[in-house]
C-alpha cells in the first residue's frame, strides 16, 4: 500500500523513475535508443544511418537526443579520423545495453494494450510486423 506522505520537489528528484525519465521522456529518446539497440554494426551507427530510419526525427532533435545519452553514458561517441570527412559512430556502452530487456517489455505491453495499433516493430524483430516484414 502507497503511503500518503507528501513529495517534494526535491524527493521526486531523488527517485529512481525521476532518474530514467529524465533520460528517456525527452521527445522521440526511446525510438532513438531502439534504433541504437537494434544497430547492426558492431561499430556502432552512423548518424545518417540512424536518421534514415527515423526519418521523422528531426537532425536537431536526434543531435540532441545522442548528445544526452553521450553525457549520460549511455553512448559512447567514437570519431574515425581516418576518412576524409571522419566518420562519427555511436555505439552502446553496457549502460546503454541495459535498456534492452526494459524496451523490450515496453514493447510486450503495447503489443498487449495496443491491439493492432501495435503491429509494427520498427525493426526490433517482432514477428509479423507490418514495419520491416520481419
Not at 531502439?34 to 526525427?57: C, D, M, Y
Not at 559512430?89 to 498487449?112: R, S, V
Request: hydrophobic letters at 35%; aromatic letters at 6%.
Amino acid at each position: 500500500m502507497r503511503s500518503t506522505t507528501v513529495r517534494t520537489k526535491e524527493s521526486a528528484e531523488n527517485c529512481p523513475i525521476y532518474f530514467v525519465t529524465r533520460i528517456l521522456g525527452k521527445r522521440w529518446a526511446i525510438l532513438v535508443l531502439q534504433e541504437l539497440i537494434a544497430s547492426k554494426n558492431p561499430k556502432g551507427a552512423q548518424f545518417g544511418e540512424l536518421h534514415r530510419t527515423i526519418s521523422w526525427v528531426s537532425p536537431k532533435v536526434l543531435t540532441q537526443r545522442l548528445r544526452e545519452f553521450e553525457r549520460e553514458g549511455i553512448v559512447d561517441r567514437i570519431v574515425d579520423s581516418r576518412t576524409i570527412p571522419a566518420r562519427v559512430h555511436y555505439l552502446l556502452t553496457e549502460k546503454g545495453m541495459d535498456f534492452a530487456p526494459i524496451l523490450d517489455d515496453m514493447q510486450g505491453w503495447g503489443i498487449k494494450h495496443g491491439g493492432e495499433k501495435t503491429v509494427g516493430c520498427l525493426g526490433t524483430g517482432t514477428t509479423n510486423c507490418s514495419e520491416c516484414k520481419i
